[in-house]
């Protein structure tokens, strides 16, 4: 109240009329972030999933950065080059600093390249991204090449998900460290202060950041996993930003005259993971309960039924409140790779009662529908809804719905047999390659795809997409690996998610297709 007074009356003292709201809405010092999921680890090279990620974004760094609509930019590296066939050379920015002040070289990437091998137990790590890096040359201390057993195109997307730590402090840390703090050092805008654990992350603005100033002072990253308790805060001031903003109330608050939304189309996909490997997967019986002589989920006509009986374009306009576009891909249409002669399953009721009889369950059978709790847009309406629309088809459901980290375990656990996944990625053959190619823990490959679909022509056409650097080749081999797994029905692919963040009015804010929620690009208006 203090504030708003000296504020007021300061206004009042220079004529400013009408200039009030800005600073009763928002401090230029501080900013307040509520985000919509719980941060689990904040070890930048632990789990590859994004609320993690969102903190490392702002403490860290990597070579290259995606601007907002996902195309690659550069970061840490100015400049890299395909040298020879197998031979990728970066270029450093000469002069960033660490915020121990310690100046970032070629070393400390060559680590932090080393860093993810080395991490044990993670339910879905980094390895993947350096994998393919079976050398390290440092050519002087602003130049490395990483060198390939095969020509690999995709290293310069690869290593934006890989972020750069510093030697010195990250040197036999463990995750435990990065989580306390202690080796939380890096080269990003913002300087970790704490996290406390299921309730905040606080960060303080870097002075020494080699690129454009951020505008706020201390940025403090609330999270609020309930969307009721998100909206409420902004309408209460008590934050000045939330992301994945609940659809029930985009309509209510597009209509405050004191705030802002900020919305686009996602890269996210958001699809069902199918088990289709073991003989008897958990939590699929008959409709007594008792253990099927089969899994179902093994015939593609069954998979293929479930397809047929989920109406994407009402689970899109009830459950979403058309926050969200029926897919057809692991990707979305502004995404590298993306096939557009693929179309989303048409919604044929009769058709998946007649495929299900031919696969020999005219009856049908019962399974648990998996999902997360508040990690992607309404995730357990959705999974309440495809339940109600499977039933109809004889396919019984029990939903279960469970938080994050939790469910994250299970699905590394291999305790889930129809899980709810989202993906966001580059391009379509890195999200087949962690998706849908067989798994090989030596290569890196399937390590999401909790399912075991595995077809030995995806798996080579993936291969040859990331072997070639010629961007038109490479492009065609992706969408044809991406047929080879709708004809299959891989997984069952629902919709693309359209990210909404809403703020503060005298807050703008560029809505990301990567759908990162990034205090650096926030700006007071």
Not at 23 to 44: E, G, H, K, R, Y
Not at 105 to 125: H, K, M, Q, Y
Not at 387 to 400: D, K, N, P, S, T
Not at 429 to 435: E, F, G, N, T
Request: net charge positive; aromatic share 10%.
């Amino acid at each position: 109240m203090k504030h708003w007074m000296a504020f007021v009356a300061s206004r009042l003292m220079c004529g400013m009329a009408g200039a009030f709201m800005f600073a009763a809405t928002v401090s230029a010092a501080d900013l307040t972030i509520a985000l919509s999921a719980v941060v689990t680890s904040i070890d930048p090279h632990y789990v590859a999933v994004e609320p993690n990620s969102t903190i490392g974004w702002h403490v860290f760094d990597a070579l290259t950065r995606v601007d907002e609509r996902a195309r690659l930019i550069p970061g840490i590296a100015t400049s890299w080059r395909a040298v020879n066939p197998t031979t990728w050379e970066f270029k450093l920015r000469e002069g960033i600093k660490f915020h121990d002040g310690s100046e970032l070289t070629a070393e400390d990437v060559a680590f932090s390249l080393e860093r993810p091998l080395s991490i044990a137990g993670s339910p879905g790590g980094f390895a993947v991204y350096v994998r393919r890096i079976v050398a390290k040359q440092i050519v002087d201390p602003y130049t490395i090449r990483l060198i390939t057993t095969a020509p690999y195109g995709a290293m310069p997307q690869d290593l934006n998900s890989v972020m750069i730590v510093s030697k010195k402090a990250a040197l036999n840390a463990t995750t435990a460290d990065f989580d306390s703090g202690r080796a939380m050092i890096g080269s990003g805008p913002y300087r970790f202060v704490r996290w406390s654990r299921g309730d905040r992350v606080e960060l303080v603005r870097f002075e020494g950041y080699w690129d454009k100033r951020p505008a706020w002072d201390k940025v403090t990253f609330l999270m609020m996993h309930t969307d009721v308790a998100r909206t409420a805060a902004l309408l209460a001031g008590d934050v000045d930003v939330i992301e994945n903003v609940p659809t029930s109330d985009l309509a209510r608050l597009r209509g405050d005259r004191n705030l802002r939304l900020a919305q686009t189309v996602s890269w996210r996909t958001i699809f069902f993971q199918i088990d289709q490997y073991r003989a008897q997967p958990p939590f699929v019986t008959d409709l007594d309960g008792k253990p099927l002589a089969t899994n179902p989920f093994k015939d593609v006509r069954v998979r293929r039924a479930i397809s047929k009986a989920i109406n994407r374009k009402a689970l899109v306009e009830r459950a979403l409140e058309n926050a969200a576009v029926p897919a057809s891909n692991v990707v979305a249409p502004q995404i590298f790779g993306y096939n557009s002669e693929l179309k989303p399953e048409a919604y044929d009721l009769d058709g998946a009662k007649k495929l299900l009889t031919e696969a020999g369950y005219p009856n049908g059978f019962a399974i648990t529908v998996s999902a997360p709790i508040n990690r992607y847009i309404n995730d357990e309406q959705v999974a309440q809804a495809v339940a109600q629309m499977l039933v109809r088809v004889g396919i019984h459901c029990r939903v279960e719905a469970l938080p994050l980290n939790v469910y994250l375990t299970k699905a590394r656990d291999q305790q889930l047999s129809f899980a709810m996944l989202g993906w966001g990625s580059y391009s379509a053959d890195l999200a087949l390659r962690a998706l849908l190619a067989t798994v090989n823990l030596e290569k890196g490959h399937g390590a999401w795809n909790w399912g075991r679909y595995s077809n030995p022509k995806l798996d080579q056409l993936v291969e040859q997409a990331l072997d070639t650097v010629d961007e038109k080749k490479r492009a065609a081999l992706a969408r044809e690996a991406s047929a080879i797994a709708a004809r299959d029905v891989a997984i069952i692919p629902l919709y693309h998610q359209i990210v909404t963040w809403a703020m503060k009015k005298n807050i703008v804010y560029v809505a990301r297709t990567d759908e990162r929620t990034l205090a650096q690009y926030f700006r007071p208006q």
